[in-house]
């Protein structure tokens, strides 16, 4: 059993970890195929993001499945639940509040007509190994 006080202690401080992130899941739209999402996403989309999202954000990259996964563990129709995720880091609530406060993104219309659902979770990263 921990102290008294220790999850006070465990809180974090600017300029340490734990960072706030933000883990988006994309499915892409029917009409995309796999590359054609990926060239959105990758090309397009992520510049707007980091141009709408500056100074606040402090790192953030994009995950895309690959087409012919074989590897043990795919799921068993065959079919992933999304086609990627994207990562954003920030290093404080109030530069995650700068961004994600605003009552409209001006990406949001992009982003829907390019995929068919999307999920967002907020993290707090705890780094275990550093490659």
């Known amino acids: 059993m921990s102290a008294p006080g220790a999850a006070a202690s465990m809180a974090p401080s600017r300029g340490s970890f734990p960072m706030i992130k933000v883990m988006w899941f994309l499915k892409r739209a029917e009409h995309l195929s796999l590359e054609e999402f990926r060239k959105w996403w990758v090309e397009g989309h992520a510049p707007d993001i980091v141009k709408h999202q500056s100074p606040h954000l402090k790192k953030y990259t994009i995950d895309v499945r690959v087409e012919n996964d074989t590897l043990p563990g795919m799921p068993a129709a065959g079919v992933a639940d999304w086609d990627g995720v994207a990562e954003q880091w920030f290093e404080t609530e109030a530069d995650f509040a700068a961004v994600y406060g605003k009552p409209a993104s001006p990406t949001r219309?992009?982003?829907?007509?390019?995929v068919s659902?999307?999920?967002?979770?907020?993290?707090?990263?705890?780094p275990i190994l550093k490659g």
Do not use: A, M
């Open 109 to 114: 219309g992009d982003t829907l007509s390019h």
């Open 117 to 126: 659902k999307f999920q967002r979770i907020v993290v707090r990263e705890y």
